[in-house]
C-alpha cells in the first residue's frame, strides 16, 4: 500500500499527532509520501520522521494578540494558488490518502476519486460534541475545507460517538518539580506573557516561543525558542501547563496528569469548544484573557490524575491495512475499552449529569 499524507501545518497539534503516525506507518513497512501545508518550508522544524516531504502554502489564519485577524488571513491567503496546488497534484500512484485538515490533497483527492481518510481533531466536532461559536459558516469550515471520504475524529473523549482517543507520545515523567511551569502561548505577544508572570517568582516559567524574549526578563521566567525535545522534558519535569486551547497540548498534560491552564485564540471555534470539553469533564482551568487572579489561583490547584490512552496509532495503521474502512464502531470500542477515566472528571457538582454524558454507549 502506498499512502499520501497530507497534514495541515499551521501550528504544531497536526504535526504532533502525524508524527505518531509517521512511527507507527513506518513500523507497518507503509509506503508514505507526506505533504504540508499552511506554512513556508523553512519554518518546519524537527521533521527528519517525515523524509523528503513537500511543503506547499495551502491555508493559514493570522493572529494578532491572541485573535485572529480575518483581515490579515484574507489578504495572506491566495485561493488562486490553492486551487493551482489542486491541480497539479496527481495522486494517480497512491492507493489511499490520508488527511490532518489539510485543503490541497483532501481536495485532489475528491477531483481524482480516490480515497481520503480524514484523521484530525476537527472531524471530531462534526459530532454533538461540546462546542462553542457554532454557526453555518463553521459548520460549512468543518465540511468543506478539507473534505474527505471518511472522516475519524480524536477527543478526550468519545461522548458516545464513534471518535478515536487522541494521539499521544510523551517523555516519561522521572521527577517532577511541581514548582516549575510550562507556558505555551505561540499566539500572545512577548511582553503580554511577561507582563502576566511577572509578580509570581516563587515559580519558575519556562516559555517556548517563536520571538525573541523581552529586553526586560524577569528572573524566574526563563525563555526558550521552540525545540521539541526540551519541549518534551519541560512538560515530563512541569508542575503545570499554560498553553492556548490545542487539542494536542491539552491531551500530553491530560496524559501525564498536569493541571493546565487555557487560554483560547479568540474568535477560533475549534480552540473555543475545546474549552467547552475541558471544562465539561473538569479538566482544566480556563481564562479569556491573560488574568492574574486566574493564575494565582490555579497555581495553588493540585495536578489531576494521569490518563492513560491506548497506542493509537499503532491501532490504527493496522485497521488501515485491514481494509475494512467503513467498519469504524469496532475500532473505537476497541480503543476505549482500554481506557481509564480519572475520577476527578466525576468530582464536580453536576456530577451526575456529567456521568451520564460520559457512560453514554457508542452509537453508530
Not at 511551569?181 to 516559567?205: G, K, M, N, Q, R
Request: charged share 15%; with cysteine; aromatic share 10%.
Amino acid at each position: 500500500m502506498r499512502i499520501l499524507y497530507g497534514v495541515q501545518g499551521t501550528g504544531n497539534g497536526h504535526l504532533s499527532r502525524a508524527r505518531v503516525m509517521a512511527k507507527a506507518l513506518a513500523a507497518h513497512g507503509v509506503t508514505v509520501d507526506y505533504l504540508f501545508s499552511g506554512r513556508a518550508a523553512d519554518k518546519y522544524f524537527d521533521m527528519q520522521a517525515f523524509g523528503d516531504f513537500r511543503a506547499l502554502a495551502g491555508l493559514s489564519f493570522a493572529t494578532h494578540r491572541g485573535k485572529v485577524n480575518i483581515a490579515a488571513t484574507v489578504h495572506h491567503n491566495s485561493l488562486l494558488g490553492l486551487w493551482r496546488d489542486i491541480r497539479a497534484l496527481d495522486l494517480s500512484g497512491y492507493d489511499l490518502v490520508l488527511n490532518d485538515f489539510e485543503p490541497i490533497s483532501a481536495w485532489a483527492a475528491r477531483r481524482q476519486g480516490v480515497t481520503c481518510i480524514g484523521i484530525s481533531h476537527q472531524a471530531a466536532l462534526r459530532w454533538p460534541v461540546p462546542k462553542v461559536g457554532g454557526s453555518w459558516f463553521n459548520d460549512g469550515l468543518l465540511e468543506y475545507f478539507a473534505p474527505v471520504t471518511m472522516a475519524l475524529g480524536c477527543h478526550w473523549h468519545h461522548f458516545g460517538f464513534p471518535i478515536l482517543p487522541p494521539f499521544v507520545e510523551v517523555a516519561p515523567v522521572t521527577c517532577e518539580q511541581t514548582h516549575e511551569i510550562l507556558v505555551y502561548l505561540p499566539f500572545e505577544s512577548a511582553d503580554d506573557i511577561c507582563t502576566l508572570l511577572l509578580p509570581f517568582d516563587s515559580h519558575e516559567f519556562h516559555v517556548y516561543h517563536a520571538a525573541s524574549a523581552p529586553k526586560q526578563l524577569p528572573a524566574h521566567v526563563h525563555w526558550h525558542g521552540f525545540n521539541r525535545e526540551g519541549f518534551k522534558a519541560s512538560m515530563a519535569r512541569c508542575g503545570g501547563v499554560i498553553g492556548n486551547a490545542g487539542f494536542e497540548l491539552a491531551s500530553e498534560a491530560m496524559t501525564l496528569g498536569k493541571k493546565l491552564l487555557v487560554k483560547p485564540l479568540m474568535g477560533q471555534f475549534e480552540q473555543l469548544s475545546n474549552v467547552a470539553a475541558l471544562e465539561l469533564l473538569a479538566a482544566a482551568e480556563s481564562m479569556h484573557s491573560l488574568n492574574r487572579q486566574t493564575l494565582r489561583r490555579w497555581l495553588r490547584a493540585s495536578n489531576p490524575q494521569p490518563i492513560c490512552y491506548p497506542d493509537v496509532g499503532d491501532m490504527l495503521v493496522s485497521w488501515l491495512l485491514q481494509g475494512n474502512w467503513q467498519d469504524t464502531q469496532t475500532l473505537c470500542q476497541e480503543m476505549w475499552s482500554k481506557v481509564q477515566l480519572p475520577d476527578s472528571w466525576f468530582s464536580r457538582q453536576d456530577s451526575q449529569a456529567l456521568s451520564q454524558t460520559l457512560a453514554r454507549p457508542m452509537s453508530r
